[in-house]
């Protein structure tokens, strides 16, 4: 569903960036198989599984499970956006 319709602020955004903080959100409720929790933006989910990063979100599973590279890939981000030694990221 495009954005307009989905009633988000009319403003060009990073989809890449945005989809970079939401594998690395996934990585925050990541169990010890992988799964995490899939209550992030459904289009944004749609293309981490698009991308190799994640199972298909279209499952009444509350989950989704992490690819290898997925889990890789969420670890990094999640210490490059939130650790404590992350550093001011594109801040206006």
């Known amino acids: 569903m495009p954005d307009r319709e989905r009633n988000?602020?009319?403003?060009?955004y990073d989809?890449?960036?945005?989809?970079?903080?939401?594998l690395a959100l996934l990585w925050l409720t990541v169990d010890?198989?992988?799964?995490?929790?899939?209550?992030?933006d459904w289009g944004v989910l749609d293309r981490?599984?698009?991308?190799?990063?994640?199972?298909?979100?279209k499952s009444k599973a509350k989950s989704v499970l992490l690819t290898e590279?997925?889990?890789r890939r969420a670890r990094e981000l999640f210490a490059r956006y939130f650790g404590v030694d992350a550093k001011q990221i594109d801040r206006p």
């Not at 010890?32 to 992030?40: F, I, N, P």
């Not at 981490?48 to 994640?54: A, C, D, F, K, T």
Request: charged letters at 45%; aromatic letters at 6%; glycine letters at 8%.
């Open 69 to 71: 590279e997925g889990e």
């Open 8 to 12: 988000l602020p009319d403003i060009d």
């Open 32 to 40: 010890g198989h992988r799964r995490a929790w899939k209550s992030h």
């Open 15 to 22: 989809r890449e960036k945005v989809e970079e903080t939401v």
């Open 48 to 57: 981490l599984h698009e991308r190799g990063y994640i199972s298909d979100p």
